[in-house]
């Protein structure tokens, strides 16, 4: 069945095709034929005809899998983040652009996110040193996402330079999943050191650009945008749970993941947090069972991490309770887990 581009989707795992508006060109670019590439998936060429249609973070993903398996281009996200910046980000990207200074405009982008893209978060972190601006999936059972993390990370890069100018440059970019063979075009985009292999997708920069000012900066568009994105947020933000899969998916990586850190945020009890959970259909417990599971893995797909390594990670006591829990998950121990993926992966090649 074809998806028309004004088929509704359910705003909970929905994105704007903004992100992935560039996918045509780029597969133009490789000889392949895009309206072919989306009727091979059930999807309208008419889904790109305007960047606010909107796209299941499954079927999005399910997308660029199948594009980089039909092109053979390993490197295909990151082809399709090199083509977006601020603008990509619709409304959202136009708060950033109009804010009075790097900070204030990556919080906007941290804070409001979620309305531009289901399924995955940002989270800004701080030293007097250094910053990081990091990209983190968290939709379960999601295709393709070292693809998705590549193109996020291209996309911050082109963000921050548009924030900041020429002179801006990253210490380091970090990428969520293994070393690929070919390392030639991200060395040549990024210019930076990179690392493979880390626990989240992140842009490390100096942080002194957190204070630099905005020349597009306008105080009274900028109220006027933040009054369209708070309208936004009322039509789209009423999704607790999928607000908490957010928070845990850094919360976990963080050591931040109790019932009463995470219902602080929300500026509640945790009783009252776990009550509203109850109203979803699940609770708190099960949300961290979850997100633990997607988090492990991606860890064992896309990483060399050893199980010790990732039963740390995700605050486990230690080895042991780790693979009894994953078990439980998934019927398989994760090292019989992880030989069975890579079996899986060879023979599709």
């Excluded at 990207?93 to 900070?103: E, N």
């Excluded at 030639?184 to 000012?213: I, S």
């Excluded at 789209?236 to 957010?246: C, K």
């Amino acid at each position: 069945m074809t998806r028309n581009s004004t088929d509704p989707v359910s705003p909970e795992t929905a994105l704007r095709i903004g992100a992935t508006m560039a996918l045509p060109a780029v597969l133009r670019s490789l000889g392949a034929d895009p309206a072919r590439m989306l009727a091979e998936v059930g999807l309208d060429a008419k889904l790109f005809d305007d960047p606010d249609n909107r796209i299941s973070y499954v079927a999005r993903n399910h997308l660029i899998a199948h594009c980089v398996a039909r092109t053979g281009c390993p490197h295909l996200g990151l082809l399709i983040g090199q083509q977006n910046d601020l603008q990509s980000l619709g409304l959202v990207g136009l708060l950033a652009k109009y804010s009075p200074d790097v900070r204030t405009a990556l919080r906007s982008v941290v804070n409001f996110l979620h309305l531009h893209v289901r399924g995955a978060t940002t989270r800004l972190e701080t030293s007097p040193d250094s910053a990081s601006l990091s990209y983190e999936i968290y939709q379960p059972g999601a295709e393709a996402t070292d693809q998705i993390g590549d193109g996020a990370l291209a996309t911050i890069y082109n963000m921050m330079r548009s924030l900041c100018g020429p002179g801006w440059m990253p210490t380091e970019v970090r990428f969520a999943h293994r070393e690929p063979e070919d390392v030639l075009p991200f060395r040549n985009f990024f210019r930076a050191p990179l690392v493979f292999n880390a626990e989240k997708n992140a842009v490390v920069f100096a942080a002194d650009w957190l204070n630099h000012r905005l020349p597009a900066a306008d105080p009274g568009l900028h109220g006027l945008l933040l009054k369209q994105v708070d309208a936004l947020e009322a039509r789209y933000g009423d999704d607790l749970p999928g607000q908490v899969r957010a928070l845990l998916r850094t919360a976990l990586l963080t050591g931040y993941a109790s019932a009463d850190q995470i219902a602080a945020l929300f500026s509640i009890h945790s009783r009252t947090l776990n009550r509203r959970l109850h109203a979803f259909g699940t609770s708190f417990q099960r949300l961290v069972d979850e997100i633990r599971f997607e988090i492990a893995r991606q860890m064992l797909e896309d990483s060399r991490m050893d199980i010790s390594q990732i039963a740390m990670t995700l605050d486990y006591a230690d080895a042991s309770a780790f693979t009894r829990a994953f078990r439980r998950w998934s019927g398989a121990t994760p090292a019989q887990w992880r030989v069975n993926r890579n079996a899986a992966s060879q023979r599709k090649q």
